[in-house]
Nanobody
Framework: QVQLVESGGGLVQAGVSLRLSCTTSGRTFSNNAMGWFRQVPGKEREFVAG???????SYADSLKGRFTISRDSKKNTLYLQMNSLKVEDTAVYYC?????????????????WGQGTQVTVSP
C-alpha cells in the first residue's frame, strides 16, 4: 500500500521557521516529481513548491525566497523548509507525487497524496 505521511506541522509564531517532512512507503518515488500544496477552508488547494526527479525546483512566486523544497531519496522523504513564517501561511499542507519525472504546478497531475498536516501561524 502506497502511503505519503506528512509531519512537522504545528502552531508557531510569525517569524519563526518550520520544516515539514513527507515520508513515503509502499514504493519508491525517486524517479518521480513531487510537490507541496496547501489549502485553507473555502479556497482551492494551491501549489507551494515542486521538485523534479533530478532535483530541479519550482516555487509559487509569492513564496520564493522563504520556502525551500528538497528530497532525500535514500530516506524516501520530501522536505519543505519554511522560513519567516507569516500569518497568511496558515493552511493544511499536503505532499504529493506525480507519475511524471518532470515537476508540474498542476495539482491534477499528481496522483498520490498525503493526508495533510496543519500549520498555524499566530501573530
Amino acid at each position: 500500500q502506497v502511503q505519503l505521511v506528512e509531519s512537522g506541522g504545528g502552531l508557531v509564531q510569525a517569524g519563526v521557521s518550520l520544516r515539514l517532512s513527507c515520508t513515503t512507503s509502499g514504493r519508491t518515488f525517486s524517479n518521480n516529481a513531487m510537490g507541496w500544496f496547501r489549502q485553507v477552508p473555502g479556497k482551492e488547494r494551491e501549489f507551494v513548491a515542486g521538485i523534479s526527479w533530478s532535483g530541479g525546483t519550482s516555487y509559487a512566486d509569492s513564496l520564493k525566497g522563504r520556502f525551500t523544497i528538497s528530497r532525500d531519496s535514500k530516506k524516501n522523504t520530501l522536505y519543505l523548509q519554511m522560513n519567516s513564517l507569516k500569518v497568511e501561511d496558515t493552511a493544511v499542507y499536503y505532499c504529493a507525487a506525480a507519475p511524471s519525472r518532470y515537476l508540474t504546478r498542476n495539482l491534477r497531475e499528481y496522483n498520490y497524496w498525503g493526508q495533510g498536516t496543519q500549520v498555524t501561524v499566530s501573530p
